[in-house]
């Protein structure tokens, strides 16, 4: 146990996010990039300067500058990219294969080294089975050059998604596992294993009020011209384990029992999706399909409002930010009532915006029902109705729980999510023994040591994949 009293700072620690997600269009899939996107810009907000390496666009720059040159986005395998054009997971072998391959040796020699030459900490962050494998290369690259034991080295799982393809004993001994929620810490002890929880975040932006009037109109739209109207939101890939044909057959009983509902509708482009439409088909509800070419927030009303009467209006064009919060705002209730949910993160989207999240009961830990949202524990679809028709007659309790929603959400801002991290960091260590200075110092003596071992080994270590375990 170390005796110093140190603590993480940007001026005494650096990070590097390895995820096959990113911020480009091209790498963006689902929340994970979302997820690394927004944490990289928060660290590299609070200061820390934050490499974060990705498959990324194969037309844009190699690397890129952000925040004063802080933030350093890597898109990786470019030139593999270039022969797959439909996005992050298409050639999913190929580019994970040279991902493996040459990440480990540029971390080592462009990151690390450079970095404890100057008396600083990295923290390498893994997200997800695809950076499983190149974590664990790193760690025995660095261990071969002397210089894993200044490392810290997390590896967070935020799905279920290929764990087979894992050496789990492996990945554990190499770096310390972490997951989202404590409904997947509990999945991870079926694995054997035992992870530290970090859970997710959402920007401060998030919490910025949305245009009351845009809400208004929006509401206006929605109900067509009858006030008694639910308006219902859900949002997301179209997967059995969003229950969407829950969401649909509430819907439909809703209508059935004499309360007419607009719901909106933002899919993927998953076959589960003919799937709920043809229930809602069959179950009379009326659906309308909406089409834009990317616009802005009054666009996007203004197409809704010019598609005409509907139970159920099918958003097929891409949703920008601001008519997504408008939304939640505005609904009486989004949909997030997933079955399985490792976070949860559209329900927070939607608690900042003061708007009212059905969640189901699995990864949404800060979710309390009728405090700040409603908590679904059954896939019947009368639960969501039951809870919606009481809602309904308590208005008071609406507001209250809208007001709850946002003070809950402004708890899992970034910043301070950061704040619980860089704890477990300082942690971490502690246990590795890791000096924490208040300000950088050159180890002169770890340099020259680093810089004779490259030497010696530049002819053996050109391809880093000979340093596997």
């Given at each position: 146990m170390m005796k110093l009293d140190g603590a993480i700072s940007p001026e005494n620690t650096l990070f590097v996010l390895l995820c096959f997600e990113g911020p480009d269009v091209y790498s963006t899939a689902g929340g994970l990039g979302t997820r690394v996107s927004e944490l990289s810009e928060a660290l590299a907000t609070q200061g820390y300067t934050t490499h974060l390496i990705y498959i990324g666009d194969p037309y844009k720059p190699s690397v890129e500058h952000r925040l004063d040159g802080r933030l350093i986005l890597k898109r990786w395998s470019q030139w593999v990219s270039k022969y797959y054009p439909n996005g992050v997971y298409d050639g999913e072998e190929q580019k994970l294969y040279d991902?493996?391959?040459?990440?480990?040796?540029?971390?080592?020699?462009?990151?690390?080294?450079?970095?404890?030459?100057?008396?600083?900490?990295?923290?390498?962050?893994?997200?997800?089975?695809?950076?499983?494998e190149v974590m664990c290369r790193t760690s025995d690259l660095l261990h071969w050059f002397g210089v894993r034991q200044k490392v810290l080295m997390l590896w967070n799982l935020n799905s279920l998604m290929s764990l087979h393809r894992i050496d789990w004993g492996r990945l554990n001994f190499?770096?310390?596992?972490?997951?989202?929620?404590?409904?997947?810490?509990?999945?991870?002890?079926?694995?054997?294993?035992?992870?530290?929880?970090?859970?997710?975040?959402?920007?401060?932006?998030?919490?910025?009020?949305?245009?009351?009037?845009?809400?208004?109109?929006?509401?206006?739209?929605?109900?067509?011209?009858?006030?008694?109207?639910?308006?219902?939101?859900?949002?997301?890939?179209?997967?059995?384990?969003?229950?969407?044909?829950?969401?649909?057959?509430?819907?439909?009983?809703?209508?059935?029992?004499?309360?007419?509902?607009?719901?909106?509708?933002?899919?993927?482009i998953e076959p589960h999706g003919a799937d709920v439409f043809r229930h809602a088909y069959h179950r009379g509800l009326h659906i309308q399909d909406v089409v834009a070419q990317r616009p802005n927030l009054q666009q996007c009303l203004d197409a809704i409002e010019q598609a005409g009467p509907a139970d159920v209006?099918?958003?097929?064009?891409?949703l920008p930010e601001e008519f997504v919060r408008t939304?939640?705002?505005?609904?009486?209730?989004t949909l997030a009532n997933s079955g399985h949910e490792p976070f949860g993160l559209v329900a927070l989207e939607v608690m900042a915006a003061q708007g009212i999240a059905v969640t189901g009961s699995t990864g949404e830990d800060y979710a309390v029902s009728f405090e700040n949202a409603i908590v679904t524990e059954t896939d019947d679809p009368d639960e969501i109705v039951g809870y919606l028709l009481y809602l309904r007659r308590h208005p008071e309790k609406q507001e209250?729980?809208?007001?709850?929603?946002?003070?809950?959400a402004r708890q899992f801002l970034w910043?301070?999510?950061?704040?619980?991290?860089?704890?477990?960091?300082?942690?971490?260590?502690?246990?590795?023994?890791?000096?924490?200075?208040?300000?950088?110092?050159i180890d002169v003596e770890t340099d020259a040591h680093i810089h004779e071992q490259v030497a010696q080994e530049v002819s053996v270590v050109s391809n880093a994949s000979r340093f596997k375990a």
């Open positions: 991902y493996n391959e040459s990440v480990p040796y540029h971390i080592f020699s462009e990151i690390v080294r450079p970095a404890v030459a100057e008396g600083k900490t990295v923290v390498i962050l893994g997200e997800d089975w695809h950076t499983a190499v770096t310390t596992l972490c997951t989202v929620s404590k409904y997947m810490k509990h999945k991870m002890w079926e694995l054997g294993v035992n992870p530290l929880v970090i859970p997710n975040g959402i920007p401060t932006r998030h919490l910025n009020p949305v245009n009351p009037e845009a809400v208004e109109r929006l509401r206006t739209i929605a109900r067509r011209g009858d006030p008694n109207r639910f308006f219902l939101f859900k949002i997301g890939r179209f997967d059995p384990d969003k229950r969407w044909i829950m969401a649909m057959e509430a819907v439909a009983r809703l209508k059935d029992s004499g309360h007419p509902v607009t719901l909106f509708v933002r899919g993927g209006y099918n958003l097929r064009f891409f939304t939640y705002a505005a609904a009486d209730a209250q729980m809208r007001q709850a929603s946002q003070v809950t910043d301070r999510v950061i704040d619980n991290m860089v704890g477990k960091l300082e942690f971490l260590a502690r246990k590795q023994n890791i000096v924490l200075p208040a300000s950088s110092m």
